[in-house]
């Protein structure tokens, strides 16, 4: 078992704080005991630094500025065959949807921006959206609009980039309630919205999916999914195919009764809904549903893995990103850890949550499922994203998907049958031995399994998973999978919980500090055919953004403390670095201007499950900026000396008031 | 009796004396009921929220019937964590989803009987109304364990709580002329005994602070 | 007359005097070793005859408070679903009972008859640490009162005085009530460590010339015994104690599951404490019955190195059972077995002692006076709590018994039967040595039958009321479970049993005024106690008396012995508070050892030492602060070297 | 030592009327169930014993002091002039005890083996967990959905070893059926496992054997042994859902309940939740509440509901401030709830 190594010398020496109601006159004298007992501590600490240090091993003090590139660095066998289908291949200067295309690559085919010109790369122009939440969206781009949608109160923004300035064409504000703020369990996040038949479509925190008119902001139709009292938020980014857009809720840690539903783009009124738990009839499994693993089959498997009644509110809630294959017609989606988070108030299986569902993009009737983590014991969901490849592995060419699950192993998957082609672990993790690809079931470690009010401590990885929601991306020139993936373990006591409708029903008290290495966050290319990491840039910070490719072999990512990188696509090396206001956990997308100039664009505004982190030295304050980047700084504008903005620009932001919304 | 008597009585003395002084609400592991039921709850719901117009604000002080019995903030604790306050507030009142409950910035009223109001009536941005799933008594016990975490104010200091004073804060001299009677420069203490305002959550509570999940 | 000096001052040889001879020696001894009169002279007085007394009286006014509280719990429970206490002040009550029947009473009454008699049995004229002696009789008196401070304010502990972690720890006792008992039994544990190291040298070192170590009365066997297994056994219970409170206060985990520590850490050290102190509080009582029954059977003890090393045998054993208050933990079977098999062969020793005073009866011609009366009640009681601790020895059997009134009543025979009966035999028996004047036979004799049919009557039922199923330490229980009448039954036998007391009590309070007056030796018995006057002069031995036999004052009509001992001629110390140092097995005389005389700093160090728990246990730590210096001025005050106590003679050079 | 002669040796120590095992049902003195029947044998064994060793001694005494009474003559003549002699009591006495002591030593040993495990292997597991003054049982299944809570009140099938799992959330109790098993203790953080196994069908009557705090004497638990059948439909039972169907008035109690009990109370099939309390899925099927204190009567019920401190004063339920028309609107739906 590997000794736990908790070299960050940030964690404060937290000695359980006795507390001492007893007598309220003694409470003086208790400090002086506190301090005589913390005076010890201190001069031991004082003491274990240079032992600290000298255990931080080579990497040292991180130098945020120079990362560190991994030892081994073979290399990639460049167009190893890996591909992907591009649908809808959206014109190259525009970005409709936060994923680009159905298959969830991000990869973008603008050039202008390549490895040589990288270096030049300056702020064009930023825009500030007034929301103080995590900023977990990417903007759209059509034609000469870029589109922006918010965290809480969840405004929408459209931005006319012909004209100086970008003046603001119209804005929206939903004004969702806010009792969603207390509902919400990791910040008032959204992860944006999509572009569908002249509509913005994006959901709002108080389980209402809006859509609004493109041209003039204003609101088409409003369809309320569910009841935000009992803890149900929205915060995924739809994902719109043909006339259905698909969007699922939030809540896994309150108990809700997890579900992904199709509504119709013109009308929004809902086409079906298929739940994550409960009867074959609830979770939509028809007879044309065949899971690749023997386990996975039988009848109300939803209902029968669960003690009796706790699956309507055992959660498998749909956060993240939904893909979607045209040629067969199938949409991918995981769903969330099961609720709540103590495993032994829900002995079995607790199928289908920290799982994948393969679907019919029209009827919904699923056609294959796959559990990442039966009975899962560490919160460890199964929402991440599937990107959709094309490889040919072991000499046969499969269609492919590959995920960066929350367990900390990269599953090679073949998308039509559910089969798992290759599981490797692609962070630091300590609760498995590895998954037997015979049966797809993963071999837990028994004494990494939690007791109820036991502490356990040095779990890997943490909650957050070896890498959480942050979207990677494919590039098929070089055939990688580029993803930012955390270093993180914990120590977890479980606590049984009641289920009281809108409160937490999660029940883990969690600690968590880096994992081995020190450093919190890395960014790395992953070779899915060979199931190894390529190369990896470890950073001191979480690094929870999303990941853009472009065909100028360039891969964009940031850091929860502000920076953002460019970094060579085939050797990993970093081109250029530039620190932004706030924590970048946003999206990276690029455009090409009206002036047919390319622009790389990236949210910054920390919050989200980055917070976790928030009491390290260094963590940024929140922000809500959105920076452009092109070459040399040059846009549309510059250089036209001082230009009054049209004073008859038509919109004004409906303000709202001195005090604002939170 | 010779001098060395007479102080070793007075010692002895003194030292029952001193444990006498602690509490003496009844009972070791048992909580025995509140000492007076005279804050019934339809009487606090009506005490207001924040300053009254044109008023300043009655020095009306309702303290905890459970005073600070230390057996009354350990139940209070098990019902923190059993009734999954600590799901948000996070398992040391720290915040997590709602707001840290250890430190002196108390949006709804940091006295006993405001944060009584702010659990038994609930409160617009999620905090749920836990009447009537938890009966007053209850209630008392998690007030009881939040006073304990040092960040809230005396019964007594309603003015102070309003103005967000703190004990050590200086006072402009016209200040303390205009102050009503009521003793308003204690308060919690500002950065000693259990307030808690380490660098890191410096920053007010915007909406949704520090999350303990992982994902929405 | 002054020693004769022979060379320089440090070579002294002891003169050989007859106090028939030359009456002035007794007044000068006198003047030497009188304390002070007044309350000065009370509270620095070192004697070891008056320390004996005051443990004796403290150890029976706690007996009384024991008493007390045992009566208002047979009144709670005497029918079912009672509402006279609440189940808190049950909780509390219980708990003091058994704190202080068991520490404050058991050890502490046997001390005051070790004290009192040691040096007159011994043949010296104090005990090895006068002062020390003194400390600990101090620290005991703070500790019980410590014990007692927050009782007045409903905060007394109340998780038995085994105290069970987790019920314990603070998540589920956040009061003062268990800080209190920790903190007191830590205070407790040092009063016993500093007496049983005095006991230890007192027997090594002080016995008068001639008397080898098979010559000693069993009492200091038993004492002995019991003191050297505290030392060893009460470290581990003062450490748990100190871990508990560092749970409860600074946050540590020793026994905090959520934390890595473990609730069954705390059993484990407090049962390897707790059979030895249950052995250390019975041994001695042993010995008073070995020495007193002898006598009122006209004839020596039957097997007198079978009894004593019986006596030491069962403390070695009693090392190694205490697992068997933990058959029911879960513990594999296969370690339960060892401590099982262990707890079957301790009944061994005691079946040994049994048979012995059995011997001596049957072959002896019993004199029916209160004492023997008790010592023969004694005897039977004894087997009866031993039969019934034989069954629990048994692992299965005691999955059923442990936990239930049935172990209330063994405990009780045992505690009682061992302990109890044989103190008021041996007051009864000493009374004359303590005070010089005879308790009343009549009463005497009444007090014992109302003592021994009440406690049959009340605690016998409570054997049938374990087999009946019903649990220990619950402040009620519901009808129609066929408790109600054996409850009733024994509610009523222990009142009959505390109305026995009563008049016990009433007996030593009129003796003590109108007792009939007694000779140095109204029993005719034969230890060497009986040689010096009723009560014994501050010196207790004009001349250190030399030993021959076993049974100094019966030498003449016992058969087969050739030396005879001389108490009217021995060593005459009179240059100061001496007393003669023997060597260890056959007490050889070696060194004269110069006794410190009457001090204050005994007192002064255990208030200090008391009130700095004070100070650990409110949290203040300028009080703890200031105590502890108090306490290491006492202690630099106690240790400054005196001209006059330098040691200035080996013996053993010197004349035969 | 079969049961029949046992009964007689019982009258003729003359303490049948005492010990009768009819009315008392926590009396251990007969067991029914393979893991407390040997140990009974052996107590049995060694209560006669220790009958036997009191009756000589006691004999022995009292015969030693009416045996040769002192003459009144010279008190200071000694009886005897040797302090040896009368050793050979103590060798015949020590001796005897011996033999004695190592033989139930040995028969103790062959019993620690008997009751350690049951012939073959528990097909039945339930997993206890003990709180401060009650006891969650929870009915373990390999198949996840037939596994369900039940508190206070255990149903096993006659005739067949059942495995029990013991845990705590809080302070140490003992799981004690006297009737069928010795006490195991429940220490928190660390699962004891015993076993059980009744013989004749009937309810065996149990109370925590380990002081917990203030209700230490109100834990009580029934062992309920069924024919395997009815063990079968009663499971069944306890695994549905409160029944869904309810008239107008009832709707009002349920609600009424859900708000102020839900917290700390489940009832499977509504919105209550909570698992600090018992599950009251079933609280009509059982025969008794608050661990054993009152018969489960609706006059009592109120009662508790009302005032639970009075009845027993520092249990964890706090007294609700529940208006009359609410309490009745309860209790009438928990009588629904069978």
Known sequence: MKTKNRPDPTQSISARRSADPFVKTAGSAMRCGRVLLSGMLAALAVAALPLIAAAQGASGPQDVSRPQIAASTPTPTIGSGTTANFAPNDPPGEWRSQARDYANTRFSPLADINAGNAGRLKVAWTFSDGTQNGHEAAPLVLGDTMYLVTPFPNLAYALDLSKPGNPIKWSYAPNPTPVSIGKACCDTVNRGGAYANGKIIYNLLDMHTVAVDAKTGKEVWR?????????????????????????????????????????????????????????????????????????????????????????????????????????????????????????????????????????????????????????????????????????????????????????????????????????????????????????????????????????????????????????????????????????????????????????????????????????????????????????????????????????????????????????????????????????????????????????????????????????????????????????????????????????NAPAVRQDQGMGGKP | MSPMERAAAALAVASVLALAACDHSRGGSTVGPPVQASNAPEAIISLPLGDIAGATPNAASVPNPYGNSPEAAQQGQALFVKMNCAGCHGYGAKGGMGPNLTDTYWRYGGTPVLIFKSIYEGRPQGMPAWNPSLPPEEIWKLVAYIESLGGAYQASQTQAAMQGDRVGDNVAPEVQRTLSASPSASGPQANGHGASTDSAQARPDAGGAVPTGAKP | MAAVLSGNDALRVPVIARPADDTSIEPRLDRIWETRKGLLGALSSVDHKTIGKRYLVTAFVFLLIGGLEAALMRAQLARPNQTLLSPEQYNQLFTMHGVTMIFLYALPVLSGFSNFLWPLMLGSRDMAFPRLNALSYWLFLFAGIFLYVSFPIGRAPDAGWFNYVPYSSLAYNPGINIDVYALGMVLLGLSTTVGSTNFVVTLIRTRAPGMSINRVPILVWG?????????????????????????????????????????????????????????????????????????????????????????????????????????????????????????????????????????????????????????????????????????????????????????????????????????????????????????????????????????????????????????????????????????????????????????????????????????????????????????????????????????????????????????????????????????????????????PGDSFAPLLLSLALAISFVGMLIHSWWLFGIAIACSTVAAIAWLWPEAKLGQTMDIARGSR | MTRANRGGVLVALGLAPVLGAAESPMSYLRTFGPAGDPATELGWGLGIVSILVMVVITVLVVAAIAKRRSPASSARELTVQRDEGGLSWIYIGVGVSTAVLIACAVWTMFTVAAVAMPAHAEDMTIRVTASQWWWNVRYENDDASQVFDAPNEIHIPVGRPVRVELSSTDVIHSWWIPQLAGKMDVIPGQTNVTWLQADKAGVYRGQCGEYCGAQHAHMAMYVVADPPRDYAAWAERQRAAASPGLQAALLRGQQTFVNNCGACHAVR??????????????????????????????????????????????????????????????????????
């Open chain 1, 223 to 647: 369809t309320k999914m569910g009841d935000v009292t009992h803890g149900e938020t929205m915060t995924m980014a739809p994902l719109v195919i043909g006339n259905k857009v698909y969007v699922g809720n939030s809540g896994g840690e309150l108990g809700v009764w997890g579900w992904l539903a199709a509504l119709d783009v013109d009308t929004g009124k809902q086409v079906w809904r298929a739940y994550s738990t409960g009867t074959d009839e609830q979770v939509k499994i028809g007879p044309d549903f065949k899971p690749f693993y023997s386990w996975m089959k039988g009848k109300d498997l939803g209902k029968t893995s669960w003690p009796p009644g706790m699956d309507r509110t055992g959660a498998g809630s749909v956060w993240a990103w939904v893909s979607y294959d045209p040629q067969t017609n199938l949409i991918y989606y995981g769903t969330s850890n099961p609720s709540p988070r103590v495993p032994t108030q829900r002995p079995g299986y607790n199928l289908w949550t920290s799982a994948i569902f393969a679907r019919d993009a029209t009827t919904g009737m699923a056609k294959w499922a796959y559990q990442f983590t039966p009975h899962d014991q560490w919160d460890y969901d199964g929402v991440n994203e599937n990107v959709l490849i094309d490889v040919n592995f072991q000499g046969k060419p499969r269609k492919a998907l590959i995920h960066f699950d929350r367990n900390a192993f990269a599953y090679l998957m073949d998308r039509t049958t559910g089969e798992v082609l290759s599981a490797q672990p692609f962070a630091y993790q300590n609760w498995s031995k590895g998954i037997d690809l015979k049966t797809g079931m993963p071999i837990v470690v028994p004494e990494m399994q939690p007791k109820p009010n036991v502490k356990l401590p040095n779990v890997c990885p943490p909650d957050i998973g070896g890498k959480d929601w942050q979207p990677s991306t494919f590039s098929p020139r070089t055939g990688l999978v580029y993803a930012g993936i955390f270093n993180i373990c914990m120590d977890v006591t479980d606590h049984p919980q009641s289920y009281i409708a809108g409160t937490p029903y999660d029940g883990m008290e969690m600690k968590r500090f880096a994992a081995p290495g020190g450093n919190w966050g890395e960014f790395m290319a992953w070779d899915p055919v060979a199931g190894k990491k390529v190369w990896s840039i470890k950073e001191k910070f979480m690094t929870m953004s999303g990941a853009l490719a472009t065909a100028g072999d360039l891969v964009f990512y940031g850091t929860a403390d502000g920076w953002f990188r460019a970094v060579d696509a085939k050797s990993g090396k970093v081109l250029w670095s530039s620190k932004l206001g706030s924590g970048v956990i946003g999206q990276p997308m690029t455009y090409l201007g009206p002036d047919k100039r390319q622009y790389v664009a990236v949210y910054s505004g920390i919050g989200g499950a980055a917070m976790v982190s928030s009491s390290m030295p260094g963590f940024p304050p929140r922000g809500s900026t959105l920076y452009v980047f092109s070459i040399d700084g040059e846009s549309l504008h510059t250089g036209e000396g001082q230009k009054e903005t049209e004073s």
């Open chain 3, 223 to 595: 004492t002995l015994t019991a003191s050297v297994g505290n030392l060893f056994a009460v470290p581990a219970v003062s450490l748990a104690f100190l871990m508990l409170w560092m749970d409860r206060r600074f946050g540590s985990h020793f026994f905090d599951v959520s934390g890595g520590g473990q609730p069954l850490l705390w059993q484990h050290l407090f049962w390897m404490f707790g059979h030895p102190w249950v052995y250390a509080i019975v041994l001695p009582a042993m010995g008073i019955v070995s020495d007193g029954l002898p006598t009122f059977c006209r004839r020596p003890l039957v097997g007198y190195t079978a009894v004593a090393l019986a006596t030491v045998t069962t403390m070695v054993l009693g090392f190694g059972v205490w697992v068997h208050h933990m058959f029911a933990t879960g513990l594999p079977p296969i370690s339960l077995s060892f401590f099982s098999a262990a707890s079957f062969i301790i009944v061994i020793p005691s079946a040994v002692a049994v048979f012995a005073w059995i011997a001596t009866m049957w072959t002896g011609r019993p004199q029916f006076t209160t004492p023997f009366l008790f010592f023969a009640g004694f005897v039977i009681v004894f087997v009866i709590g031993g039969v019934s601790g034989f069954m629990t020895a048994a692992v299965p059997v005691d999955t059923q018994l442990t936990d239930t009134y049935f172990v209330v009543a063994h405990l009780h025979y045992v505690l009682i039967g061992i302990n109890v009966l044989p103190v008021a035999g041996g007051i009864h028996y000493w009374f004359p040595k303590f005070t010089g004047r005879l308790m009343n036979e009549k009463l005497g004799k009444w007090s014992f039958w109302i003592m021994f049919i009440g406690f049959n009557v009340g605690f016998f039922p409570m054997h049938i009321a374990g087999l009946l199923g019903m649990p220990r330490r619950i402040y009620t229980y519901p009808s129609g479970l066929g408790w109600d009448t054996v409850n009733m039954v024994i509610t009523l036998g222990a009142y009959l049993f505390a109305f026995g007391v009563l008049l016990f009590a009433i007996n030593v309070w009129r003796s003590l005024r109108h007792g009939e007056r007694a000779g140095p030796n109204p029993w005719d018995a034969p230890s060497l106690e009986w040689a010096t006057a009723s009560p014994p002069p501050a010196y207790n031995f004009a001349v250190i008396p030399t030993v021959a036999s076993r049974y100094p004052l019966w030498e003449d009509r016992l058969t087969g012995h050739e030396g005879r001992s001389s108490t009217g001629e021995g060593m005459l110390l009179d240059n100061g508070r001496e007393t003669i140092g023997t060597s260890a097995l056959d007490a050889v005389p070696d060194v004269i050892l110069r006794m």
């Open chain 4, 269 to 338: 099939g509504t919105a209550a939740g909570g698992i600090l309390g018992p599950d009251l899925t079933h609280l009509k099927s059982r025969q008794t509440i608050a661990a054993g204190l009152l018969p489960n009567t609706p006059g009592n019920l109120s009662a508790w509901i009302a005032n639970a401190q009075a009845l027993k004063p520092g249990t964890r339920m706090p007294t609700m401030a529940l208006s009359g028309s609410d309490l009745s609107a309860i209790v009438a739906y928990l009588d629904t709830l069978n």
